[in-house]
């Protein structure tokens, strides 16, 4: 099938297929959320785009953010990405640290915030595996604490070393406390697999 | 417990919580690897009676570490401890001979539950 029609644009139906994967990814991950955080995640619409348009992305980050990268392995090729506001990292630490009854030092806290990011992503990719039957490995490739936007032309140029054309699958989420409080945009998933990953996702779905 | 227990975990917390979970099911012989090769090399000269094994470490993302260790020791006890919970892997991990898969976030009475019926041979 192919992933981009003569005009260089996303085929509707792959669009289509990777919106729903996005959305699945981030339903599964947001009940590992819950559980670890005791919140509820609202999911934004996923945005379905070439990577050359991430850096087009206006993100005009006020605070800094944590991102962490895990590349994916064997089967597949390309990354996924979580772009986290630094505040909720602070508060997915202390919870993560109550929940397992555990004190953790400055050192540990990068630990914590590690281990988050598989938790989150293995959610993720179990639903997408679920859906397409295919191994997702993935391994941690990095974290930063920077601006948003730098995050993403990061994601840009790297990914563009290794494949000059993939798609990301970008879904944003808010979180909702208990006491009704909502804050907005807490954070994105990126899900960021090259062109010939994308195909071997799309393929047992079309069939 | 004198059982001789290995964790694999790249992540120190992951580590810590482990560790505190064996400490209260009272096993007090507990060496941590944070890598594959640390782990495989712990594996073959310390000889442990439990391995607590994650997939996703800085050389290895896959079940070829648990391969590799099988293959040196068939009877091996090796539970797989990991935040994947792709049923295929899953099934993947216990066809390859771990004896039980358990996925994080986990709580603590079914980690040390998993682990008595490991080492009490219930689970094969």
């Keep these: ?207 | 417990m004198d059982e001789k227990v290995l964790v694999v975990d790249d992540a120190k917390f992951a580590r810590k919580i482990a560790l505190k979970a064996l400490q209260n099911g009272g096993f007090d012989n507990v060496i941590q690897a944070t890598t594959a090769a640390e782990a495989m090399e712990m594996f073959e000269n310390e000889n442990p009676d439990l391995v607590l094994l994650d997939i996703t470490l800085p050389d290895n993302s896959d079940l070829t570490l648990l391969e590799r260790m099988m293959q040196k020791k068939p009877d091996a006890k090796i539970i797989m401890t990991s935040a994947i919970g792709q049923e295929l892997i899953i099934d993947d991990s216990l066809h390859a001979g771990a004896k039980a898969f358990i996925t994080k976030p986990y709580g603590e009475k079914e980690f040390l539950e998993t682990i008595f019926d490991v080492l009490e041979g219930r689970k094969e």
Excluded at chain 1, 145 to 161: C, F, M, P, S, V
């Design chain 1, 1 to 207: 099938m192919k992933i981009f029609d003569s005009e260089g644009y996303i085929d509707s139906e792959v669009q289509e297929i990777l919106y729903e994967l996005g959305n699945v990814g981030l339903g599964m991950a947001s009940i590992t959320l819950g559980r670890i955080m005791g919140v509820r995640m609202h999911i934004g619409v996923p945005k379905v785009i070439p990577v050359n348009e991430l850096i087009t992305y206006n993100l005009e980050s006020v605070e800094d953010e944590v991102s962490i990268w895990m590349d994916f392995q064997k089967t597949l090729s390309g990354s996924m990405i979580f772009v986290l506001k630094r505040h909720f990292v602070d508060e997915v630490v202390q919870k993560m640290g109550d929940r397992e009854k555990v004190e953790c030092d400055e050192t540990e806290k990068i630990s914590v915030i590690q281990e988050f990011a598989n938790m989150i992503c293995a959610a993720y990719l179990k639903a997408v595996g679920q859906y397409t039957g295919i191994r997702m490995y993935v391994k941690p490739a990095g974290l930063e604490i920077q601006k948003g936007n730098i995050t993403l032309k990061q994601a840009y140029e790297r990914i563009d070393d290794s494949c000059h054309k993939a798609i990301c699958v970008d879904t944003g989420f808010s979180i909702a406390y208990d006491n009704k409080k909502v804050i907005d945009d807490v954070g994105h998933v990126i899900m960021l697999p090259d062109e010939k990953s994308v195909e071997k996702l799309i393929e047992p779905l079309c069939k």
